[in-house]
């Protein structure tokens, strides 16, 4: 089973704060005044969460947020995140990316996502137990560099209440069979499975390290998320559970992408739940 973990996550300058309504609305302003000062600078970059462009057969994600006193916020831990002025043997000098790279970690991309603040990374492909290998000692990278730049991480999956997006560790997930000619059917009998009676259940309450309840803030069916109360899957489809790409459907074998995990689930439980539902049955 190949695995790619998209990570995201959140973090603010210096130290943590309450953040009030009107403290927002500030963040939002000072994040398009950034933002135009970047295009008007012509420094702007393509920054996109489209997941068709990483069509990476079989991957996950984690999801970050970063809160950082200027224009555009969180582009200090982005450039932490992204630095290549590496010039020495110890990570503590290099960005995260930079980082994993020299640590052998497999991280494939990081981009910017919706939330202001709010970054992510990816981990994989991956082969079984080492994506999780990966995702634990990534993130502990992360913490450790973001530390040189006074930057404080969150890895909660709804890390500011109402009208936000949350963060998720969307993981892309693809056996030999799925990428294999007319794999696809493969994956059509993984989603049988994990729509049987009674997985949602058994897969929300190991898809984060509070049974699910961590969980229940973020899914709520709003803000490209799909309900914990009930399985859905669908093609190229952001609201539902699992996402199938639109080009693992034309090509007929690819991998899916479960939606569900949270940005601090523990991915060793959430890889092998997943494997138990869709793989072990023909074992």
């Known amino acids: 089973m190949l695995l790619?973990?998209?990570?995201?996550?959140?973090?603010?300058?210096?130290?943590?704060?309450?953040?009030?309504?009107?403290?927002i609305d500030a963040m939002c302003k000072a994040y398009k005044k950034g933002r135009r000062k970047m295009r008007d600078a012509g420094e702007d970059e393509a920054?996109?969460?489209?997941?068709?462009?990483?069509?990476?057969?079989?991957?996950g994600e984690p999801e970050q947020t970063a809160s950082a006193a200027?224009?555009?916020?969180?582009?200090?831990?982005?450039?932490?995140?992204?630095?290549?002025?590496?010039?020495?043997?110890?990570?503590?000098?290099?960005?995260?990316?930079?980082?994993?790279?020299?640590?052998?970690?497999?991280?494939?991309?990081?981009?910017?996502?919706?939330?202001?603040?709010q970054w992510e990374y990816q981990v994989g492909p991956c082969t079984g137990i080492a994506s999780g290998d990966q995702l634990l000692?990534?993130?502990?990278?992360?913490?450790?560099?973001?530390e040189q730049y006074g930057v404080v991480v969150s890895f909660d999956p709804k890390p500011i209440p109402g009208d936000w997006n949350g963060a998720g560790?969307?993981?892309n997930v693809s056996t030999k069979a799925m990428r294999a000619e007319g794999g696809y059917d493969a994956i059509l009998k993984a989603m049988e499975r994990l729509g049987a009676p009674g997985k949602q259940e058994e897969?929300?309450?190991?898809?984060?390290?509070?049974?699910?309840?961590?969980?229940?803030?973020?899914?709520?069916?709003?803000h490209e998320t799909a309900s914990y109360k009930e399985f859905s899957w669908g093609v190229a489809n952001r609201?539902?559970?699992?996402?199938?790409?639109?080009?693992?459907?034309?090509?007929?074998?690819?991998?899916f992408e479960d939606r569900r995990p949270a940005s601090n689930m523990d991915p060793y439980i959430?890889?092998?739940?997943?494997?138990?539902?869709?793989?072990?049955?023909d074992c």
């Not at 831990?77 to 052998?104: F, H, V």
């Not at 609201?239 to 991998?255: F, N």
């Open 137 to 146: 000692a990534s993130r502990y990278l992360l913490i450790r560099v973001c």
């Open 169 to 171: 560790c969307h993981t």
């Open 47 to 59: 920054e996109t969460s489209a997941d068709e462009s990483r069509a990476d057969p079989g991957t």
């Open 70 to 117: 200027e224009g555009t916020l969180g582009r200090g831990t982005r450039r932490a995140a992204t630095s290549t002025d590496y010039g020495g043997p110890s990570p503590d000098d290099a960005g995260q990316k930079t980082a994993c790279l020299y640590a052998g970690i497999n991280i494939s991309g990081i981009n910017g996502e919706v939330m202001p603040g």
């Open 203 to 222: 897969h929300i309450a190991a898809y984060d390290p509070s049974g699910g309840l961590d969980n229940q803030r973020r899914l709520t069916g709003a």
């Open 270 to 281: 959430v890889t092998g739940k997943i494997m138990e539902t869709t793989v072990l049955p």
């Open 239 to 255: 609201g539902c559970s699992v996402r199938i790409p639109r080009m693992t459907e034309k090509e007929k074998k690819g991998y």
């Open 4 to 23: 790619r973990l998209r990570e995201r996550f959140r973090c603010w300058a210096g130290f943590r704060v309450v953040l009030t309504r009107k403290g």
